[in-house]
């Protein structure tokens, strides 16, 4: 690890090069070339932070002065607290706006593709679910609680706007509806009366 945060300080001083580089060129074609190397360096070297955790590790020049050139990485617990907050006002949104339901048309307040909607929903569940564990780990508990009462309100959400589809009752055979009748003669009788009904 020493080895990663010495490699990360020292690229400060590349960044510092390229920036002074870029300011010299006129040249259109390797003013390009610089900008691309300068925000390539920039993007390996966050890239590389949140991969290796180096949660807050900033650059520095050779005289040890910072070099903000190569932001440092937020802190992981302040990304995963921003993460929830989003997090929570979709779902907040989804329940509040979404699929409310008003009192003037309760029935519009479904999915219209319950399958993959209930998928989604889910899904977000889930995702939830272990976002709250992570806050978990670290201590967070009260971050922790919300997300667990987050994935409950996905879940009745899901249960409420994607109800399953009605079980479709198949029709009697002609075998079954002659059993019925020798079983209970009067089923034919009414069944009589009532065609007679319909038909006058």
């Given at each position: 690890m020493a080895g990663l945060l010495a490699c990360h300080e020292q690229l400060g001083d590349?960044?510092?090069?390229?920036?002074?580089?870029?300011?010299?060129?006129?040249?259109?074609?390797?003013?390009?070339t610089i900008r691309?190397?300068?925000?390539?360096?920039?993007?390996?070297?966050?890239?590389?932070?949140?991969?290796?955790?180096?949660?807050?590790?900033?650059?520095?020049?050779?005289?040890?002065?910072?070099?903000?050139?190569?932001?440092?990485?937020?802190?992981?617990?302040?990304?995963?607290?921003?993460?929830w907050e989003l997090v929570q006002e979709s779902v907040e949104r989804l329940e509040g706006k979404v699929f409310t339901a008003t009192k003037r048309s309760p029935g519009l307040a479904v999915a219209r593709v319950?399958?993959?909607?209930?998928?989604?929903?889910?899904?977000?569940?889930?995702?939830?679910?272990?976002?709250?564990?992570?806050?978990?780990?670290?201590?967070?508990?009260?971050?922790?609680?919300?997300?667990?009462?987050?994935?409950?309100v996905l879940e009745r959400l899901e249960a409420r706007v994607c109800p399953l589809p009605a079980a479709v009752v198949p029709r009697p055979t002609a075998e079954q509806v002659i059993a019925a009748i020798r079983a209970d003669p009067a089923i034919a009788q009414a069944a009589a009366v009532a065609l007679q009904s319909a038909s006058g």
């Open positions: 590349e960044a510092l090069a390229l920036l002074a580089a870029e300011e010299e060129t006129t040249a259109e074609g390797r003013l390009a691309r190397m300068r925000t390539g360096l920039r993007d390996a070297a966050v890239h590389g932070s949140a991969v290796l955790g180096l949660d807050g590790v900033v650059s520095h020049g050779a005289g040890g002065t910072p070099v903000t050139l190569l932001p440092a990485l937020r802190p992981q617990q302040e990304l995963l607290l921003e993460a319950p399958e993959r909607t209930g998928a989604a929903l889910l899904g977000l569940r889930d995702g939830v679910l272990a976002l709250g564990r992570e806050l978990d780990e670290r201590g967070l508990d009260e971050d922790a609680a919300e997300c667990r009462q987050s994935a409950e």
